[in-house]
């Protein structure tokens, strides 16, 4: 395992170092001109529109809160620019019902007729998870077959430098593809826009960034004793230290590359208060001076009002079912959310309550095409809940559609969230439209902008990191 990180680190650094190099030796000439040919070699596409907007998404297809921003970006900018089209840059090239790239094509009929495919798949999808209707023809796909460039599973040691510089080989793939006229990035890979700048330095450059790819909290993670996150603790020891210097070095290039951006726009306080602490004096050196500001996600708040109806009959007929819809990645903690429920069966007073109490935990989260750690969590989640003796009292439910989520919220008792350092929480707000009852991890954006006092009264609990249990 010594030799296997040794190695890693090598490649790391040659990568780092044939990264850096380059940009300093070459920057005021190198860059622009390869930016200005591949310019030149993809003008003659997509010209019938007066302006080309690009969405840097690798993960379009998701269907998690990420992609309700991407889409609902989408639908403002053909709102407010008519004439405008929407460059979609996605890796999302294996999709299921339809085959999948594969070499140089040779029948640009059949290529033209595959990519019509993707693209009815993928806003078929968003219709049904977000209830979001787009102008179909004026949004065009460009499919990268690099994403796998972007996977932490490929990376096993040094991950986030790994994905970071991995990015520059996706962000090339999709310039190689075509140039747009506005480049923003709405996944939170600041190396991509920092490239985009190197090769055009005079393009407008827009980033939406819902989570600070390392931040201070991350950082203070690593000190014995934290049992915050999925590092906690792990800053002890010589492997402890190598980490700490790894971190707070790539802290310092996050920040130089968040200079580089033109408009930063973020999804909370939280993140914004983060992204203002790392990116701000790069920002400042580069002359960038417009403000960091917060544009909440959408979040269908009216619809699910006019759906679910809330009075004193209707909350009569709900289920004791506990809620949680999040994606099923690490961060999420869906281990503490089975563990705690399992506790909430068997607490040492159960005899004490003088109610009965039989309650459900309902687990909603998107599965991405294409990505078998996602399954294999699931998989894993479930064998979870079997040890805990849970399999009738909890229910999966992978890539529910918009229909299924609002029944969900209508039947439900309470909403729960289990994420430290949520960076805001669409969850959380449909919860509280719905009628929930809201019990959220007592940080990040359900804590700062959700969950907060109303007219002198609580919107929700909060709980710690060891778990809550309710009764």
Known sequence: MFLELLSQLYRLILGLFAFLVPIYLAWDFVWPKLGEHLRQRTKHLNQDYEQHIGFFHPFCNAAGGGERVLWAAIKATQEQYPKAACIVYTGDIALSGVESFAGEWRDAEAEQELIAKKKEIILTKVEENFNISLDRPSIHFKFLTTRNWLLASGYPYFTLLGQSLGSLRVAYDALSEYVPDVFIDTMGYSFVTAFARLLFPNMPIGAYVHYPTISTDMLSSLDEGSDHGLNAG?????????????WHLFAQ???????QIDVVMTNSSWTKAHIQSLWSPSRSRSGRTSAIGVVFPPVSVEEIENAIEISEASEREREQVLLYIAQFRPEKNHELILNAFAQLLQPPDAGKRGFSLDPKLVLIGSIRDDNDED????HQLRRLAEKLKLVDQVEFVCNASWRQILQRLGRSTIGVNGMWNEHFGIGVVEYQAGGLICVVNDSGGPKIDIVVDFEGSSTGWFSGTKGFCIY
């Open 234 to 246: 792990t800053g002890k020891g010589i492997r402890g230290w190598v980490k700490r210097k790894y």
């Open 253 to 259: 290039m996050y920040g130089w590359m968040g200079g």
């Open 375 to 378: 399954a294999q969590r699931v």
